[in-house]
């Protein structure tokens, strides 16, 4: 695979989407305590610029799962110290493909840590993609069929430093 030539969303892009998003979420909660739940490591720059424009009380839990190579299952390697009891939970996800890492990180978060709601921020959505239904309440981009690299998107761990989307292709 090698990297492809065009941008799907570019830096100037981001910014804006990103200061939309931020004011959404400010508004939605209107200063009650969120917990801003990052699934690692593909998350880290939307998390990071996502989190410098909330104004509200922000706390930060660190997530890192294993999206299972028979893409049926997936599971919970790490957790940062997590306090979600009676509060509010939103899941920071880099892109939502299948659905699966999702779905089971709901769940897991609504049995083990009883938080008051649960709400999903992706930067990135495929729907064609999707196995399970998913919500996704705060949404940067639909992205098409493509494996899409960059601002923490990684193919086998590269590209992740990329300040922009773009995608890898057969060579
Ligand atoms: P899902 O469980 O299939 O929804 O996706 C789980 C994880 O797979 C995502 O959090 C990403 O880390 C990774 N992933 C899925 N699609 C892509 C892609 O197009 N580029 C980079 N990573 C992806």
Redesign the pocket.
């Known amino acids: 695979m090698r990297l492809a030539t065009g941008i799907l969303f570019t830096e100037k892009q981001i910014r804006q989407r990103v200061d939309e998003l931020a004011a959404q979420i400010d508004l939605d909660y209107r200063g009650q305590p969120l917990v801003l739940c990052a ?1 690692l490591k ?1 998350s880290i720059p939307f998390l990071a610029d996502l989190m410098r424009r909330l104004t509200g009380d922000v706390r930060l839990a660190l997530i890192e799962m294993k ?1 299972q190579v028979d893409g049926k299952h ?1 599971s919970i390697l790490f957790t940062s110290r997590l306090d979600l009891a009676g509060k509010h939970a939103l899941i920071v ?10 779905d089971y990180l709901i769940k897991h978060l609504e049995v083990e840590r009883s938080p008051a709601s649960i709400r999903v921020a992706a930067f990135l959505d ?1 729907p064609t ?1 999707r196995k399970l239904d998913v919500p996704v309440n705060y949404r940067g981009f639909t992205v098409p069929d ?4 960059g601002y923490g ?3 086998q761990e590269r590209y992740r430093n990329l300040p922009y989307i773009t995608w890898v292709e057969p060579e």
């Open positions: 699934v593909g999206s997936a996800e880099d892109i939502v493909d299948t659905g699966i890492t999702l495929k993609a493509k494996f899409v690299v998107l990684d193919w």
